[in-house]
């Protein structure tokens, strides 16, 4: 899930392949054609993308991207506010963590962990105030089998890691 202002980075495109590994903001939500509006930055072309073909950065994600595509989204974080996070995970999002089950169990690893990225890509880089309570603790997941080892890492808070 993406929302308006969310900096992606563009992938795995057939026939402009050249925008492949570039970065873009989201203008607009997805159209009834399934493509998203996509401003690619800095500020230049805007093109209609397939879901599938971009991923959401988190606020002042840069790891792993191109120099040319760094510097632009280091310039458009420099133009934005971090997003404060939500002090609780909305009503889609736990829907979502439901049907995907605790760290993938009913949809697998690769589903949670997109849920996870979108959830902070939402907040900042950071989770919303009751996800240790509801995901954690299992408030959300009170019939789950699951087995995970847990460990506290610095200011970061609690992270999981499934085995």
């Not at 690619?40 to 599938?52: G, T, W």
């Amino acid at each position: 899930m993406t929302y308006i202002g969310s900096v992606v980075r563009l992938g795995a495109l057939e026939r402009r392949a050249d925008l492949n590994e570039r970065v873009g903001c989201v203008l607009g939500v997805q159209q009834n054609s399934g493509r998203v509006p996509v401003q690619l930055l800095p500020a230049e072309e805007k093109v209609l993308l397939k879901m599938e073909n971009i991923t959401v950065l988190s606020w002042g994600e840069t790891h792993g991207l191109s120099p040319e595509a760094k510097s632009a989204a280091e310039q458009h974080f420099a133009k934005t506010e971090r997003p404060r996070p939500a002090e609780r995970l909305s009503p889609d999002d736990r829907a979502r963590a439901v049907r995907i089950g605790l760290y993938g169990e009913h949809e697998g690893k690769m589903a949670w962990g997109d849920f996870c990225r979108d959830v902070k890509a939402r907040n900042g880089g950071d989770y919303p105030g009751d996800w240790y309570e509801l995901v954690i603790r299992r408030g959300l997941f009170p019939e789950s089998t699951r087995q995970d080892v847990f460990s506290v890492e610095g200011v970061d808070g609690l992270l999981a890691f499934g085995r």
